[in-house]
């Protein structure tokens, strides 16, 4: 049985990992301190399911030496999979200080923690903000990633430059994943997906940033989890220190994704037209050639089809 400690585990994607691991046999401890980023009764509503099929939950904080440790000591991991992390670029800009800290420190305390335990392996959860403004598209994860927009950017690339040095110090097996954009049930309310469909549903109005030319590279969660458990399989078969994108592959412009939110709630948007947002970055692509060679992975929900399995699940939670 695959032992695996899970940090942020009762998130977005963390919930939906757990739940994967468990249904092919995993041992799942899940590390999460409930930041007050969005309510923790979602968080909680989350993470039940997981729970109520065996996993351990620890209520700790990575950047908490005693917390990190209390949590090994209970896993006992074979793979540690670190997902937790204060997200959002454009709450990166006012916090910055703390961005890094939890980001980068937190990551920190987790690899010491590892290398001190000889864990096998640490999967990671990167973004793919990590490419800037990169005028070269799409993403691959031999671009250059040193021109980072925002603070959080800046501390996922910080995040997989300490993961390289563990790799390299220490031998151990580090992978990290770029993730594009990731949507479904149980997404934070705060995303753009989440946020338009309430607000077109209920008639009122949505903040729309620039002219609607930016563009994502939408990833379904079904897809992100199947190149995650992928990633934990495969994790230092290539080098001891490996990126991967996990993308969608199909760049979609802020219009097209509105109008993609109309026809899901079959109502018209009103759009509340604002300036571009500092750190934003224009575009979104990931190259998915290594991905696939490596890995396996295959993206397979299409945007409209995703939103429409989101909204289901958004619609029987009200």
């Known amino acids: 049985m695959q032992r695996i400690l899970l940090t942020g585990g009762a998130g977005f994607i963390g919930s939906h990992l757990a739940e994967a691991l468990l249904a092919r046999g995993g ?55 670190h997902l937790a992390a204060c997200a959002g670029v454009r709450p990166s800009i006012a916090q910055p200080a703390a ?37 070269t598209v799409p993403f691959s994860e031999t671009d250059d990633v040193s021109r980072p927009i925002s603070p959080y950017a800046a501390t996922k690339v910080a995040t997989e430059l300490i993961c390289s040095t563990a790799a390299h110090l220490h031998g151990l097996k ?32 949505i903040p729309v940033y ?53 026809e899901t709630v079959g109502r018209r948007a009103t759009i509340d037209r604002k300036e571009d947002q500092p750190g934003d970055v224009r575009r979104t692509w990931a190259d998915l050639t290594r991905s696939r060679a490596e890995l396996g992975y295959q993206p397979r929900t299409a945007l409209l089809e995703g939103m429409r399995r989101q909204w289901e699940w958004m619609r029987a939670g009200t």
């Open 99 to 135: 961005y890094a800290h939890v980001n980068v420190v937190g990551t920190q305390r987790l690899l010491d923690a590892a290398v001190a335990r000889g864990v096998e392996r640490f999967i990671v959860a990167s973004s793919s903000s990590v490419y800037g403004n990169s005028a």
């Open 27 to 81: 041992a799942v401890t899940i590390l999460d301190n409930f930041a007050p980023f969005y309510p923790r009764a979602m968080k909680e509503g989350n993470v039940r399911p997981a729970l109520e099929r065996g996993a351990s939950l620890i209520e700790g904080d990575i950047t908490s030496p005693e917390d990190v440790a209390r949590a090994c000591d209970a896993a006992a991991p074979d793979v540690i999979v």
């Open 174 to 205: 580090v992978t990290a994943l770029r993730f594009f954009t990731v949507f479904g049930p149980r997404q934070r309310p705060d995303l753009a997906i989440h946020k338009f469909l309430r607000r077109v549903a209920a008639g009122e109005a």
């Open 210 to 262: 620039g002219d609607g030319s930016t563009s994502r590279d939408y990833t379904f969660i079904d897809d992100i989890i199947d190149g995650v458990l992928r990633a934990i399989d495969r994790c230092g078969a290539v080098e001891p220190f490996r990126c991967y994108n996990l993308g969608g592959e199909h760049p979609v412009t802020l219009s097209e994704m509105i109008a993609a939110v109309e």
